[in-house]
């Protein structure tokens, strides 16, 4: 790289020989995209490989071009991973980067590479590269997040709590039960991303600018030697649209949504007001002022972050909802918060994976939870009417003992049974059986139901699912 394009801003940009005048250094910075987009680079050079070859295949360029263009992109990939590789604002992105570095390393040969070829397909091709990893490296996170809630669900498949509607004490589930929720949410996560992968894996190189290229190319050879499923069907769709980066931050930012309903019950579980679970010191602060706090720090911060996430999915709509066909600069916007959805994304499960793995449960204190607020109501009243009332009826009577066991101060299932026949001459000596946690429990014996062998087989599925 010459010492003169590093003092004068875009003194020899790759599209200046039409410009009076080169433009100003603010300019510039404006409108480079290198600070965030070399992050692109590794798959930037693999796609110019493939293109390359191509290239020679179809005899657009020589052979010996070809081994120029792959020794130099030896040498790029070294500078690259040592850090070494020089990066510079002149060159604006990091297309124009590697391929001026090609240039010097491989002289004519470089600049051959960009024949049949223009940004718009490349940077589109280098985004859609990158986010296939990126979605793999989601899924396998996921994985893990998904093992470590089967292993604590399984743990827990008989230990009751208190299931919750809008957070009133409504009836007794298992906490194990609770936990397979979660998998649920996460296995449809991972369902949606495997379906925008399928989107997103399509080539793009080929459209170049928008209208295709009047050189012989083989597409489908580019497109199998980067492992996409097929090309690109229409060239200005190709440049222009973003909708698979879009369709990504949807899915991402449903991801962080389960993270945050999860983040926001650790929060009130690890609260002294439940008690219900501790979390490894490794994932909790303390107070600078207050000795005795620790705080859910990482659930409250993936809580946070989800607001990020669910932003950055605006950002790419509000992007894309004006652009007319085909490429325009907007797009390069689109780089910054992807990345930042993908990073926040891999942090944030990855630390849910282990930090789920670690949680502790005081089974005594959900226990003695679903105890209090009549959580086997629902149950009287189901065994009324299997003894022939009317279900309204039974809704009645029942409703009516729960006033009367809160006037007394105790739970439902701890009147006696003269009492409860008051309320109802239907109430047998067999009625404890249904009043008890465990008789509840086991009643919900059906696909999707809460008895815990119900649990243990959802949790046995899915750890088979998951191999
Ligand atoms: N840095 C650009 C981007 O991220 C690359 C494409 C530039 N194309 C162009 N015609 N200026 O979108």
Redesign the pocket.
């Known amino acids: 790289m010459s010492k003169n394009t590093q003092k004068k801003p875009n003194s020899r940009a790759a599209w200046s020989g039409r410009f009076a005048e080169p433009v100003s250094e603010r300019v510039q910075r404006y409108t480079a ?1 290198v600070t965030f ?1 070399k992050r692109l680079a590794e798959h930037d050079v693999r796609g110019s490989l493939a293109h390359a070859r191509m290239l020679a295949v179809c005899k657009v360029i020589s052979k010996t071009d070809l081994a120029a263009i792959e020794a130099g992109m030896r040498t790029i990939l070294a500078e690259l991973r040592s850090g070494k590789f020089k990066w510079s604002l002149a060159s ?2 990091v ?1 124009l980067n590697i391929e001026r570095r090609l240039t010097a390393l491989a002289g004519d040969a470089g600049k051959r590479l960009h024949t049949a070829r ?3 397909d490349q ?1 589109a091709t280098d985004v859609r590269l990158w986010l296939r990893d990126a979605i793999d490296a989601i899924d396998a996170q996921l994985v893990a997040l998904h093992k470590s809630l089967i292993d604590l669900a399984e743990r827990h498949a008989g230990t009751v709590m208190p299931g919750f509607t809008h957070l009133q004490v409504a009836q007794p589930v298992t906490f194990g039960h609770h936990l397979m929720a979660y998998f649920e949410m996460f296995a449809r996560d991972r369902e949606r991303l495997a379906d925008c992968r399928k989107r997103v894996n399509r080539l793009p190189l080929g459209a170049a ?1 928008l209208a295709g290229t009047s050189y012989p190319i083989d597409r489908d050879l580019v497109a199998k030697e980067l492992g996409f499923d097929g090309v690109c069907a229409n060239s200005l769709d190709a440049v222009s649209d973003r909708d698979f980066a879009i369709e990504f931050c949807a899915a991402a930012a449903l991801v962080m949504t389960h993270i945050s309903r999860l983040s926001e019950e650790l929060v009130l579980w690890m609260s002294p007001r439940y008690g219900f679970i501790r979390l490894p010191d490794r994932f909790c602060t303390g107070s600078s002022i207050m000795p005795q706090k620790k705080n859910p720090d990482v659930p409250e911060l993936a809580r946070g972050k989800t607001g990020r996430v669910a932003g950055h999915l605006m950002a790419l709509l509000m992007l894309m909802k004006a652009q007319p066909l085909a ?1 325009n ?1 907007d ?2 916007e689109d ?1 910054e918060p992807l990345f930042d959805t993908v990073d926040t994304l891999v942090d944030t499960l990855a630390i849910f994976a282990e930090m789920v793995a670690g949680i502790e449960v005081d089974t005594a204190a959900m226990r003695a939870a679903a105890l209090e607020g009549h959580a086997t109501a629902t149950d009287l009243a189901d065994y009324l009417v299997k003894k022939g009332l009317p279900f309204r009826d039974a809704h009645e009577a029942v409703a009516r003992a729960v006033r009367a066991a809160d006037k007394r101060g105790c739970d439902l299932a701890a009147l006696g049974l003269a009492e409860l026949q008051q309320f109802s001459p239907l109430v047998g000596a067999d009625v404890f059986e249904v009043l008890t946690l465990e008789g509840s429990l086991a009643s919900r014996d059906h696909a999707g139901g809460t008895a815990p062998k119900r649990v243990r087989a959802a949790a046995k599925r899915a750890r088979k699912a998951l191999k």
């Open positions: 995209s987009d604006e992105d297309h223009s940004r718009n940077v600018a490429y600069k797009n390069q780089k």
